[in-house]
């Protein structure tokens, strides 16, 4: 209308995300010092999921919707602005059965779930924290509003061009992000180390316990299902969530 361009658009996308198999540690990870440890079967160090902690099934899901509004106005013959907003926001992945639970302090001893799971027979020899959640973490998405400027300035005879712009520009927590979390995620994971050069593993050894050997069913012997538990891994997002913000500029001169 007039010097004023304008536009506007919406943009609504719906993720899935299906695990159906065993990501990480059902067989083990296993590592040699050298290629004669390696022919000789005498692993350096394994990592595998302790019984009864092996990866469920998941089916999540995630939400992003975002709205943009621009106008290009032409001040002058020789001077044109570009200004635009732009809203985006994600929701936090959901689990179809509800298998949500997060570390709130990085110092707490135990995750804290969902009440469904502190209900699962599955997990109720599992250390949980008192108190439920409903959500992997809080969202830091719903005030992202981004704005934009920019322009494109010819004085003269315009042999003489300048150009710039400036924004805010926002990097989502989406499922891709959680994804890996969920590989080692207690109490629905748990994933232990044995290294054959640890103080745990010498004392194992001195009582009498077999040395480490890559075979079949290794992770439930009962000897080492004990070592395992001594070093477990863990992964967890932070459950107060911060947008990571960008900031972007430039500024072009063209003759």
């Given at each position: 209308?007039?010097?004023?361009?304008?536009?506007?658009?919406?943009?609504?996308?719906?993720?899935?995300?299906?695990?159906?198999?065993?990501?990480?540690?059902?067989?083990?990870?296993?590592?040699?010092?050298?290629?004669?440890?390696?022919?000789?079967?005498?692993?350096?160090?394994?990592?595998?999921?302790?019984?009864?902690?092996?990866?469920?099934?998941?089916?999540?899901?995630?939400?992003?919707?975002?709205?943009?509004?621009?106008?290009?106005?032409?001040?002058?013959?020789?001077?044109?602005?570009?200004?635009?907003?732009?809203?985006?926001?994600?929701?936090?992945?959901?689990?179809?059965?509800?298998?949500?639970?997060?570390?709130?302090?990085?110092?707490?001893?135990?995750?804290?779930?969902?009440?469904?799971?502190?209900?699962?027979?599955?997990?109720?020899?599992?250390?949980?924290?008192?108190?439920?959640?409903?959500k992997f973490f809080e969202n830091p998405t719903l005030k992202s509003f981004s704005?934009?400027?920019?322009?494109?300035?010819?004085?003269?005879?315009?042999?003489?061009?300048?150009?710039?712009?400036?924004?805010?520009?926002?990097?989502?927590?989406?499922?891709?992000?959680?994804?890996?979390?969920?590989?080692?995620?207690?109490?629905?994971?748990?994933?232990?180390?044995?290294?054959?050069?640890?103080?745990?593993?010498?004392?194992?050894?001195?009582?009498?316990?077999?040395?480490?050997?890559?075979?079949?069913?290794?992770?439930?012997?009962?000897?080492?299902?004990?070592?395992?538990?001594?070093?477990?891994?863990?992964?967890?997002?932070?459950?107060?969530?911060?947008?990571?913000?960008?900031?972007?500029?430039?500024?072009?001169?063209?003759?």
């Open positions: 209308r007039g010097n004023h361009s304008m536009r506007l658009g919406t943009e609504l996308k719906w993720f899935r995300y299906k695990q159906v198999s065993c990501s990480r540690g059902c067989n083990g990870v296993w590592g040699w010092s050298n290629l004669s440890s390696f022919l000789q079967n005498q692993p350096l160090q394994v990592e595998i999921f302790q019984p009864g902690h092996d990866n469920p099934d998941r089916l999540m899901r995630q939400l992003l919707f975002g709205g943009y509004f621009q106008d290009n106005w032409q001040m002058s013959p020789s001077l044109t602005l570009n200004l635009g907003l732009r809203y985006e926001f994600t929701s936090v992945p959901s689990d179809d059965n509800d298998l949500i639970a997060a570390l709130i302090n990085f110092n707490d001893p135990a995750v804290t779930s969902t009440a469904k799971v502190k209900a699962d027979p599955r997990y109720k020899n599992d250390r949980l924290m008192p108190g439920t959640i409903d704005p934009r400027v920019g322009f494109a300035w010819a004085p003269g005879s315009k042999k003489l061009s300048i150009r710039g712009g400036a924004g805010i520009f926002y990097e989502y927590p989406m499922l891709f992000n959680i994804r890996t979390v969920l590989q080692e995620s207690p109490p629905f994971v748990l994933t232990g180390t044995v290294d054959t050069t640890s103080p745990q593993y010498a004392a194992f050894r001195n009582g009498g316990g077999a040395a480490l050997q890559m075979r079949p069913g290794i992770g439930s012997v009962p000897a080492f299902v004990n070592l395992l538990g001594s070093t477990p891994n863990i992964r967890a997002m932070e459950y107060n969530e911060k947008n990571v913000t960008i900031y972007r500029w430039s500024l072009t001169v063209q003759q």
